[in-house]
DNA sequence: GCAAATTAATGATTTATTCAAG
DNA sequence: CTTGAATAAATCATTAATTTGC
């Protein structure tokens, strides 16, 4: 692991534990006096010098903004694409999402199955705090509507809505309710396309699933 | 095992066993496209909605790090018994660090005891490129002198060099060396406090670790 | 063997943090 | 600097595993 005789230092688990926690704790360019104290420090978990712990948060810097960016620019272009090259039981799974069960769907009412003594338990907290109504944005890339979509979750239903402002003289309510929402309609199904891979579709040339989503709106 | 008039989802093996792959398989934290159709999917094998789907993306993700966290820190305390700093603790040792423990310094004399081969080694690399004589400013604020001073790689070893110019007559020379330094004068050490981590170290009472820190200057 | 009691897992909620847009 | 979206962390709550006494 790390030979005597080693040109490069190699940092012990406890090394480079407290360095991660130095840095999520807010330390991300250490001074000269801060990296020697860091380093007396870490000498008793193993050899470690200055320019190691110099190094170190240099690196780590680079390579978390390195992260974040990526995940910025590819994340939601890649992560809506149900697949993963070199795992052979999730590409059949893919393949089955790609066929038969989504075509069988068809348009039906919002069930809302729920005890009402949950929903009710639901609204209860909800008065409390808003929190319940968790909200995320759909980013289904190919639609300009749906990207601006969201899911939601609401009385123990998670719903997907659609803003349709743009076909609205006034502009669209906002898309959360408080305690109780007003009636909800639900929409016809549509296709959604998402993309996956098959051995050669990387990112560049998608295969198309086909889905239906319901939407519900205000 | 899943009973009719249950509250919370039980998931069926074969939900639980594809729910792993795909984690596996690189999807860690779902957006709604996706756990609409994961959760289309695994509707063959049993009730379950999206919210148990998101629900379970939330949960594995904590908990996959959770376990390693506690991995590493049982590691860390089964070898040495060290602390692990949450971020309380921890920005005590960064006060720490910061202003009181330089009000301490003294000298003691610069051991130095670098082999000379090392040493040329480094003097050669310096000379092919000189990226590792890098410099840069110390700022702690509440010390003038310091926030002047400069940390060096000088032959492996990294020192932190304070301007004392205002004590002589003429201007000190600048704060860096070209091949030779002159001889060193290295501070005395200092105690630094640090203290435990909450979570991993509760069964072990918080154990102070006192560390020292040498300062060299010319 | 078998349940009551206890503990461990894990689903579901709430709170805090982070990042970036306005 | 403020704010909203996203999500990580912490916590609550219920189910499953298991221990234990009979």
Redesign the pocket.
């Known amino acids: 692991m790390s030979p005597a005789g080693s040109t490069r230092w190699c940092p012990t688990p406890e090394q480079v534990m407290i360095l991660e926690e130095m840095y999520?704790s807010g330390i991300k360019t250490p001074n000269a006096s801060q990296i020697q104290q860091i380093t007396s420090h870490l000498s008793f978990y193993g050899k470690i010098e200055g320019k190691n712990v110099f190094y170190w948060f240099q690196n780590h810097k680079a390579r978390?903004r390195q992260k974040?960016?990526r995940k910025?620019s590819k994340?939601l272009q890649l992560q809506h694409q149900l697949y993963h090259p070199n795992n052979h039981h999730f590409l059949r799974y893919l393949d089955s999402l790609a066929s038969p069960a989504f075509q069988h769907l068809s348009y039906y009412n919002s069930p809302s199955p729920f005890p009402q003594i949950r929903v009710d338990e639901?609204a209860a907290?909800a008065a409390?705090?808003q929190?319940?109504n968790?909200?995320?944005?759909f980013?289904v890339p190919e639609r300009p509507d749906i990207d601006k979509s969201?899911m939601k979750?609401y009385g123990?239903d998670w719903l997907m809505m659609v803003d349709l402002g743009h076909s609205l003289s006034s502009p669209p309510p906002p898309c959360y309710f408080t305690t109780r929402p007003p009636p909800l309609k639900t929409l016809q199904l549509f296709p959604v396309t998402a993309s996956s891979l098959k051995e050669e579709c990387n990112n560049s040339s998608p295969c198309n699933i086909t889905t239906k989503v319901a939407l519900t709106l205000p």
Chains 1, 2 share one sequence.
């Open positions: 999520r978390e974040l960016r910025l994340q639901d907290k409390k705090q929190v319940m968790y909200t995320w944005k980013d969201m979750m123990g």
